[in-house]
């Protein structure tokens, strides 16, 4: 049984959905290199998923970015 883990939000980014006329998206994403090496993994790879707030925030942010730390077990368990 898998434990729960603490939830490490990506506190330096700034992610903005942009949406056009025709229904089509776009998210404008920014994110802070420095925290963004911290999560790296030993071959250099950030996993992040990003989620839709409820309500936009006061300077229009729209999502928000988590670090996914999930990996696999040695059993072969895949996460989807």
Same mark, same amino acid.
């Given at each position: 049984? #898998? +434990?729960?883990?603490?939830? *490490?939000?990506?506190?330096?980014?700034? !992610?903005r959905e942009?949406?056009?006329?025709?229904?089509?998206?776009?998210?404008?994403?920014?994110?802070?290199?420095?925290?963004? #090496? +911290?999560?790296?993994?030993? *071959?250099?790879?950030?996993?992040?998923? !990003?989620?839709?707030?409820?309500?936009?925030?006061?300077?229009?942010?729209?999502?928000?970015?988590?670090?996914?730390?999930?990996?696999?077990?040695?059993?072969?368990?895949?996460?989807?």
């Amino acid at each position: 049984m #898998r +434990e729960k883990k603490e939830t *490490k939000f990506i506190d330096k980014c700034y !992610i903005r959905e942009k949406v056009f006329e025709d229904g089509g998206s776009v998210l404008n994403c920014a994110f802070g290199v420095d925290e963004l #090496r +911290e999560l790296a993994d030993s *071959k250099g790879w950030v996993n992040i998923t !990003i989620s839709r707030r409820r309500s936009p925030s006061d300077n229009g942010k729209t999502h928000y970015a988590k670090h996914d730390d999930y990996k696999p077990s040695s059993d072969g368990d895949m996460p989807f």
